[in-house]
């Protein structure tokens, strides 16, 4: 006899918590990210952080800054495939769906050292990449950074290799632990 979890479990099973880690997107993936022609172009989310992104928009006006706003699933993985940038310096209060997004398109990834993109667990990128946007000399330092991220893109894309294969492999630590938390014999 069947039983009612394995049958829903075979009508349904678990699906992955975000469109653009479903397996048939991360298949389609690398061929989008091979013919991406991406610009010095930073992106952001207008929803979180704007003051911040606001005094880095003032100091550097030769930067191109572009909202994330209005946008369909199709229109906004085109944004990231083009733009080298993504920054975020709203409050994190767990693993962001944005920053992630971001980082499988291809986009370097910047936020501040707040909620849990402080700490390398929800969000695994190095720490250069981290901002403490409170510090003095953060305008400056954020500055730096930018500049030679636009300058030495691949290599800085490459520092978020890891992260990159840490979200790929979502959809499988999601449903082992789904199938962990919901559907293991009882002891």
């Avoid at 050292?113 to 946007?133: T, W, Y």
Wanted: proline share 9%; with cysteine.
């Amino acid at each position: 006899m069947i039983s009612w979890r394995d049958t829903a479990w075979r009508l349904n099973p678990c699906p992955t918590p975000s469109h653009y880690t479903a397996p048939a997107y991360l298949a389609e993936l690398p061929g989008l990210l091979a013919t991406a022609r991406r610009e010095d172009v930073i992106l952001y989310n207008p929803l979180k952080g704007a003051p911040v992104t606001a005094r880095l928009m003032a100091a550097f006006p030769q930067w191109t800054f572009r909202p994330l706003r209005g946008l369909d699933r199709t229109q906004l993985a085109q944004a990231f495939l083009g733009a080298k940038l993504y920054i975020d310096f709203g409050h994190h209060p767990g693993k962001d769906r944005l920053p992630r997004e971001a980082a499988l398109h291809g986009c370097c990834v910047i936020t501040a050292r707040q909620g849990s993109a402080a700490n390398a667990v929800d969000l695994p990128i190095p720490q250069e990449c981290k901002f403490d946007v409170r510090a003095p000399d953060f305008v400056q330092r954020f500055g730096a950074r930018v500049s030679d991220l636009f300058e030495h893109f691949e290599a800085h894309s490459r520092e978020l290799e890891g992260y990159r294969a840490t979200i790929a492999q979502e959809p499988l630590r999601w449903r082992e632990q789904v199938q962990a938390a919901f559907l293991s014999a009882a002891p």
